[in-house]
């Protein structure tokens, strides 16, 4: 069609121009090198209804258009690109403006074949953004997205698995071409890139990068990268069960790479989350303007949200591993209190392991590897925090090496607050390369006075202090107030080699027994 007064020139025009109440469905055509595919309406007036699909729309320079003050729908159609429209697609076909309702698509003019994101079960009809497709599935359903790139703030509100194209590759494995999703909206405090409200969801095979390069917040993380997101996933309802978050690169956040949280403090206990296999990097701002200074870590367990965190790596990160206000017990398996086989790379703190009181169900924290990473804006180094615990958490073989910073404090394990009647148990692995190997406190370890002490059970552990070092000190502090009881049990096996002093015990209050199975060499 092509008119002399001024209206749209194109292969089909729909327009009311004739009489009011056109309605009309284009199918089955094919339709090539025109100025635009097809054009809606005559002008602003027009009130034209149009549902085109199954159409092979390519090698125009618009593929729809609209004049008209309507949606038009034009979704399972070919657009002359296997990635989909340009314009408000996200492909190199023809293209569409932001009027038009393009998804899904075809990737091929046989209509055969889906768009980049599909619905497991209907795979000839894909979808171009991973929004759309979790709003077209039903609960239970998988969406596989394909490799590319996604600018999007996702909201994830019922129970789908969603995949990328390396889902059944670790974060830290030889994997294939990504699909990289970054957020649409530049909000480095608050932003969460899958912002999930509902059970049983799995997000795995991705990459989740909190620096869009279209974006700019002047916020910059710290290898530079300008960050325009908070968290990569994130859990801020109540009641929200069994979340995995595997196999994905996370990098570029601000806050943490998955918070598990709850709509509150108060919120109500859940449990069979697994947070496993995951690449996290970068992550973390210094900027005092940002809103989010000094946090940078891969993944928050707070308010009784018990979690399996597993076999992540985490590098680059101000903090590891956080916990934090479980006082009541786990609804679920004993499977859903472990942090374990993690290799962490942190400029503060590998893993902090605090507030599990009352009728909390203790955590296992076994066989992680934590090392220093070198920050001038840190004051400190420490390799696990255990606070405010009154329950029995068993930590056991892992392995702490602080040598990369030596110029602050470096402590491999810091107890403090930890009641009498439910000591902590540290036994097996190593600790070397630090200004203090293990340090019993009632006032350091949180600025504060810590009523219920510090106690902990040692055993069969391997302490290399620096030069300078100690090996363990028990300290009754004298920056504290109330003096409560700072107590350390030795089991069988602990040595401690090399550095000053290998074992001080500091304070009226402080004490310490069965000193006779403390091996000490070197100092």
Known sequence: ????????????????????????????????????????????????????????????????????????????NYWGA????????????????????????????????????????????????IQSAINAANAGDTINVAAGTYQEDITVNKAVHIKGPNAEIAGNGARGAEAVVHPATSAVSMGEIFHVEASDVTIEGF???????????????????????????????????????????????????VSIFGASYSAPVTSGHLVSNNLMEDLGTYDSGSGAAKWGGGVLLYNGQYARVENNTMQ?????????????????????????????????????????????SPYTLSNNNITAVFHADEVKSRGMLLSSLTTNSIITNNHIDLSAVSTVPSIGYVVWNVG???????????????????????YEGYSSDAGNGAHANVSNISILPVATGTG???????????????????GSGVTVTDGTDGLVIEGANASQSSISNLALTGQ
Request: aromatic share 6%; glycine share 12%.
């Open 1 to 76: 069609v092509a008119v002399s007064d001024g209206s749209a020139s194109a292969a089909i025009l729909a327009t009311d121009y004739y009489g009011n109440g056109t309605s009309a469905v284009i199918t089955g055509n094919t339709i090539t090198d025109s100025t635009t595919g097809i054009v809606v309406g005559y002008d602003a007036s027009d009130l034209t209804l149009l549902d085109a699909k199954n159409n092979s729309i390519s090698g125009c320079d618009s593929g729809v258009l609209t004049t008209a003050n309507v949606v038009v729908t034009a979704a399972q």
């Open 82 to 129: 296997a990635d989909g429209p340009s314009g408000a697609g996200q492909g190199s076909g023809d293209s569409v403006p932001s009027n038009i309702t393009f998804s899904p698509y075809f990737k091929n003019d046989a209509f055969t074949e889906a768009g980049p994101v599909w619905i497991v079960g209907t795979p000839a009809v894909g979808y171009a953004t």
């Open 207 to 257: 990459v989740i990068d909190g620096d869009n390069p279209a974006l700019t917040s002047g916020f910059l993380g710290t290898n530079g990268a300008d960050l325009d997101a908070a968290e990569a996933v994130a859990v801020y309802v109540d009641n929200v069960e069994n979340l995995t978050v595997r196999n994905n690169i996370i990098r570029n956040m601000s806050y943490f790479g």
């Open 316 to 360: 680059n990160v101000r903090i590891g591993i956080q916990t934090g206000n479980f006082h009541n017990a786990n609804p679920g398996g004993a499977v859903s209190q472990v942090i374990t086989g993690n290799t962490i790379a942190a400029s503060s703190l590998g893993i902090f392991h605090n507030l599990q009181t009352t009728n909390a």
């Open 420 to 442: 009498s009647g439910t000591p902590t148990a540290i036994s097996g692995g190593t600790i070397k390369g630090v200004s203090t190997g293990i340090r019993l406190d009632n």
């Open 472 to 490: 363990i000190h028990v300290l009754d502090s004298p920056s504290g107030s109330t003096h409560a009881a700072v107590q350390l049990a030795l």
